[in-house]
């Protein structure tokens, strides 16, 4: 069996060392993480790391901050042997094994299992075959929560550089980034949100250092873009209820992952039942992307 070694250095210099019996694992401060973080450190979900035929692989599921590859920040990328994935101030190191279930409980509760738990176990074992045999699509797919996360908070009208002159340069650097950031959107669609804030940015200082046409190009394209990938926020919502309630998984688990790009960085019921969805049609469908 697959599994990830763990070697956990906290700020205070505590180190943690896990060994987990799966080839995905959630590293944030959420309840349900397998490496679970404090809240000062890390996001609800900040990485995703999954085991693939080519190796170790990690995505960002947090921007605020984004989490490091030896020191350099991003998005989505290979995890080579000996590299250190740092989350806010952890770092953590990781590598694949081959670990039996023995050695992986032993790893992770590091105490002696009774006899007993060995024969409950195995008693276990049909049922729940049985109950994998007969799980529904309801169980599978649960109704979503009534209130979703908003894409941005209220939008920034204030530039926080006083003299005009530095306003201006930071103006250009976020109208930059911005514009960067819309173009990698149909590729990444959490691009075309960061991007929105960035826009705004510019606008507002735009605006402080007496520029008036570039704040008003910069505002309109951050209003243009916020209707937009509110829009489409809207659709994917829709197409995933609509995908669940035909039972369609395949559907639903395609529109969960853009749902889950969209609204990275946020918190919620939403956000939790859009990751909790995901694992479970991952794990439905042997962990293969949609």
């Known amino acids: 069996m697959n599994g990830l070694k763990f ?3 906290y700020p205070d210099g505590k180190i943690e ?9 959630l590293v944030g401060s959420g309840a349900h993480c397998e490496i679970r973080l404090p809240p000062e450190e890390a996001a609800v979900e900040h990485v995703a790391i999954h085991a693939t035929a080519e190796g170790l692989q990690a995505q960002a599921r947090a921007a605020q901050p984004y989490p490091t590859l030896n020191g350099m ?9 000996g590299a250190v994935l740092g989350v806010g101030r952890v770092q953590i190191a990781l590598s694949m094994i081959e ?3 023995a050695a992986a409980m ?30 529904d699509e309801e169980e599978v797919a649960p109704k979503p929560p009534d209130e979703f996360p908003a894409l941005w908070d209220a939008p920034i009208t204030s530039c926080t550089q006083q003299t005009a002159d530095q306003a201006s340069a930071l103006a250009a650097e976020k109208l930059a980034l911005a514009s960067a950031r819309r173009e990698r959107r149909p590729f990444r669609v959490q691009d075309g949100v960061a991007a929105v804030p960035l826009y705004e940015t510019a606008a507002a200082c735009f605006r402080a250092a007496e520029n008036s046409e570039q704040a008003r190009e ?9 209707k937009e990938m509110d ?17 369609d998984l395949q559907t639903a688990h ?11 960085g946020r918190q919620g019921e939403y956000v939790t039942w859009l990751s909790n969805l995901d694992r479970k049609l991952q794990l439905k469908f042997g962990r293969k992307g949609p």
Do not use: C, M, N, W
């Open 7 to 9: 070697h956990i250095r």
């Open 231 to 247: 829009s489409d926020y809207r659709t994917h919502r829709v197409r995933l209820e609509h995908a669940l309630s035909v039972s």
């Open 73 to 81: 920040p991003f998005a989505q990328t290979a995890l080579p042997a």
């Open 218 to 226: 910069a505002a309109e394209a951050a209003s243009h873009l916020r």
């Open 17 to 25: 060392e896990l060994v987990i019996d799966s080839d995905r694992v």
């Open 99 to 101: 670990v039996t279930d």
């Open 106 to 135: 032993i790893t992770r509760r590091k105490q002696r299992t009774s006899p007993i738990t060995y024969v409950l176990a195995l008693l276990a074992l049909p049922l729940a075959g049985y109950l994998l045999l007969v799980e």
């Open 254 to 264: 395609r529109e969960a992952r853009v749902l889950i790009a969209l609204t990275e």
